[in-house]
């Protein structure tokens, strides 16, 4: 029986063509590992993602399975243990979501309990709520004004 293979990455600072090929010979030595320990990539999910701001994306790369190789997707943004990050590493559309789930969340609270006594608000937040806005801030912490007033718009609609 054959199990999934989760959250592997492989990186490298790719400056010309022998990195890029390095990289591709780390895929093949990744694909001959799975299949000795009889564990599946799943080919479909498997991306790639360049970081940098003068990015050669012209580089690519396979997978060979069973004399059929299949050319994996080149992305902008992925999502990896509940972090979105692009190219940039400009954590703007990551901020977006968990302010919009904050929001949904402060929602439910507000249409579900009508009457709560402060205490029970407290532990509802910082479950409901503040939970989504924590989660992972030192990857993404906020030093940009914009982002910084926007999370406190979210802590301001909680008082009203």
Known sequence: MAHLAHSVKLFRHILDVSDNKFLQGELHNLKDWTD?????????KCKVVSFGRM???SYSYHLV??????SLE???QFKDLGVLMDEQ???KEHIHEKMNKAYAMLGIIRW???YLTI????TLYKGMVRSHLDYCSSVWSLYRKG???????????LLK
Do not use: M
Not at 36 to 44: A, E, H, I, Y
Not at 119 to 122: D, G, H, N, P, W
């Open 36 to 44: 000795k320990w009889l564990l599946k990539l799943n080919v479909k």
């Open 55 to 57: 990015v050669d994306n």
């Open 65 to 70: 399975d069973k004399n059929q190789s299949t």
């Open 74 to 76: 080149r992305c902008t």
């Open 89 to 91: 590493l400009n954590l």
């Open 112 to 114: 579900n309990f009508k």
């Open 119 to 122: 205490s029970c608000f407290v």
């Open 147 to 157: 982002d910084i007033e926007a999370l406190e718009k979210v802590q301001k609609r």
